[in-house]
């Protein structure tokens, strides 16, 4: 069957058209640069920006300046799906346990279906609008990996912690969510280096390829050691150049394994602990020899004649592609044996015997399969869905939820399993939503390889590898909370969903205009309450500090007001009156926190403590503690001697007597 036509004429204005590639362009790259991890920080601007782009591309295509594709059936289901999941887990808010969190997740979920719209409507620039977006996404990922290995050289240009020595992280703030982008890198370098028609498509291909694999191993990712062979096999398996693309790739990998290969030797690399002067000196030797690697790369790839060999002698280099993979395999299974015995009772006592247990932070992780602690966390999980299995616990509540259920004081904000957080939060509900979403998205993306033909559909080959490693990769982690990885996936794999569909029927004319002003302006000033509220309870406490007590106030109900879900400004406002000396006001709001969040045991903890020090109250006391020790018993909070035992003590001898 011969491939379809990459798409019909694009219509439109070709300033819009060029518009929305920038518009995505600074989308994506400001969330792989400026995403800011898990956390929320990024989300205001970074969310905002995000619907601007969106929302101008539909004001502009109700203009008539730009098409927007018309979704197939799959593509029908899973839009369907996934502003389901978003509404649903807004619904989650009026049973969530922690309702300034689901707030902060239906925010990021309304971020995220802007990205996936923006990539929708990149979808209908029409001719080259798949090529253009592999161009664009293989510069943008080659920059984060220049940028993480710079770090990794020059340990100056990032600031001191934890990881800082050891795994390569940044810009995303993850090793693992690093790991992803470079998984979803190498396919994009391979379609450059085999498929790609441009005059620095190969040297940069190369690169590419080079900079990723070098980068996963310094994360020292071992999910992303295996999501990338199967990106990497699922492009063999498509690709018509895959012969090419292997013997290129293979010749870009070998010096970048090479420089791995000396970096795990050097503790003040890949290790925590290492002194500063030590990681700068071993960074400068670092950096020579990943330049030198780089230079190999090209040299090998470029100099030698891989095209006329795959041309000419195409049986010899698949045989020789062939054997090289499978002396690896046997060399490794070799090796395993005559290291740990029988592999598969290895296998089995790794996993299960170490569900409490963390992997060390060097390249030895490589050869344990250690859990890390998500058998406990996948279980808490588990036992969270058990007793909310209609709705969850709310949106973003696991970090909460499970204190109920651990067995130890450790943090963990998500299970690390993205459909177990959905299942935790949202229910049975919101899981079959999310499933609904990728098995339909997924569907579509495949109908899209067979509508698209020539550069289109070789590009195509390319981008897919993120969406697919995301895919996998959520399985094990928790790259929902990504804005570095959920938002560039959204954009191109709607993008791939609308590719080479024909023009939708939209509504024309200023009313439609209006209406997407409005509904934008709502987001954003959704995204911007609870961070404008956080801000104003700093500014209490900055204001308190100040001995200002009225601008306090004022500063903490105004904080109130902005995010009447959240117990900060609560806390905020008992703190203020209770610096006043009126301890009364100060319990009343503390109790209000415990009626807006009875399942939080901060709320709890904070009415016991001001029961015991502020009333001398240990009867009351008691009750407040006690119920924050139920709710989260392995807290670091009881110690011997500590408040609890205190309080229980006072009603053991008779506090909550009448007198």
Not at 100 to 110: E, I, M, Q, T
Not at 292 to 314: F, H, I, K, M, N
Not at 635 to 642: K, N
């Amino acid at each position: 069957m011969s491939a379809a036509p990459d798409t019909a004429a694009p219509a439109g204005s070709p300033w819009a058209r060029a518009g929305v590639l920038v518009g995505a362009g600074l989308v994506v790259a400001g969330a792989v640069f400026f995403g800011g991890g898990s956390g929320d920080e990024s989300v205001m601007v970074l969310g905002s920006l995000a619907v601007a782009v969106a929302a101008l591309a539909v004001a502009a295509a109700s203009l008539g300046l730009l098409p927007l594709p018309r979704l197939d059936a799959p593509g029908s289901v899973a839009a369907a799906a996934g502003c389901g999941l978003v509404a649903w887990g807004g619904i989650t808010i009026g049973w969530s346990i922690a309702g300034d969190r689901s707030w902060d997740a239906v925010d990021k979920g309304l971020v995220y279906a802007a990205c996936g719209l923006v990539g929708l409507v990149l979808a209908g620039r029409g001719q080259r609008a798949v090529r253009d977006t592999a161009l664009g996404l293989a510069g943008v990922l080659g920059a984060a990996l220049a940028w993480a290995l710079a770090v990794k050289a020059i340990p100056a240009l990032a600031p001191d912690g934890p990881w800082s020595a050891s795994r390569l992280r940044n810009p995303v703030g993850h090793p693992n969510g690093l790991a992803l982008l470079a998984d979803a890198a190498i396919p994009l370098g391979l379609w450059l280096v085999a498929s790609a028609r441009a005059r620095l498509a190969r040297p940069g291909g190369v690169l590419l390829v080079y900079a990723a694999v070098l980068a996963i191993l310094l994360t020292q990712s071992r999910s992303g050691v295996v999501v990338a062979l199967a990106v990497v096999a699922l492009w063999l398996w498509l690709a018509p150049d895959r012969v090419e693309g292997a013997l290129a790739g293979g010749l870009a990998a070998a010096p970048a394994l090479a420089v791995a290969a000396w970096a795990f030797t050097r503790p003040a690399l890949v290790e925590d602990g290492a002194s500063r002067a030590d990681r700068v000196s071993d960074g400068r030797v670092f950096a020579l020899l990943a330049l030198a690697g780089a230079a190999a790369a090209l040299t090998l790839a470029l100099r030698l004649p891989v095209a006329r060999l795959v041309a000419t002698r195409r049986r010899e280099v698949v045989r020789a592609l062939a054997g090289g993979a499978a002396l690896v395999v046997v060399v490794g299974a070799v090796g395993l044996v005559a290291a740990v015995g029988n592999p598969f009772t290895w296998a089995s006592d790794q996993v299960a015997g170490h569900q409490g247990s963390e992997v060390v932070n060097d390249p030895s992780r490589f050869g344990t399969l250690n859990t890390n602690n998500r058998l406990a966390w996948w279980g808490e999980a588990w036992d969270v869905f058990r007793a909310h299995p209609g709705g969850g616990t709310g949106a973003n509540t696991f970090e909460l939820a499970r204190k109920r259920y651990r067995e130890d004081a450790r943090t963990v904000s998500q299970p690390h399993s993205v459909p177990l957080q959905l299942l935790a939060d949202t229910g049975a509900v919101g899981l079959a939503l999310g499933a609904g979403f990728a098995v339909a998205l997924g569907l579509a993306l495949v109908r899209s390889r067979r509508r698209l033909g020539g550069d289109e559909r070789a590009a195509a080959l390319g981008l897919v590898a993120l969406p697919a490693a995301y895919a996998l990769h959520a399985l094990v982690d928790y790259d929902l909370d990504f804005m570095a990885l959920t938002g560039p996936t959204l954009v191109v794999a709607w993008l791939l969903a609308g590719a080479a569909r024909p023009p939708a029927t939209v509504p024309r004319g200023w009313l439609p205009v209006a209406a997407t002003a409005v509904v934008a302006a709502t987001v954003v000033a959704s995204l911007a309450a609870p961070n404008l509220s956080l801000r104003g309870v700093d500014s209490a406490y900055r204001a308190l500090d100040a001995g200002d007590l009225g601008a306090a106030r004022d500063r903490a109900r105004a904080a109130r007001e902005l995010n009447p879900l959240s117990p900060e400004p609560l806390w905020a406002l008992a703190d203020i009156e209770s610096s006043a000396g009126d301890d009364r006001y100060a319990i009343a709001y503390l109790s209000e926190a415990t009626r807006l969040q009875p399942e939080n045991p901060d709320t709890w903890y904070e009415l016991g403590l001001a029961y015991q020090l502020a009333l001398g109250d240990q009867c009351r006391a008691y009750g407040a503690l006690n119920q924050s020790y139920t709710l989260d018993p392995s807290s670091q909070r009881w110690v011997a001697g500590g408040a609890l035992d205190v309080a229980r003590d006072a009603v053991n001898a008779g506090a909550c007597e009448p007198s």
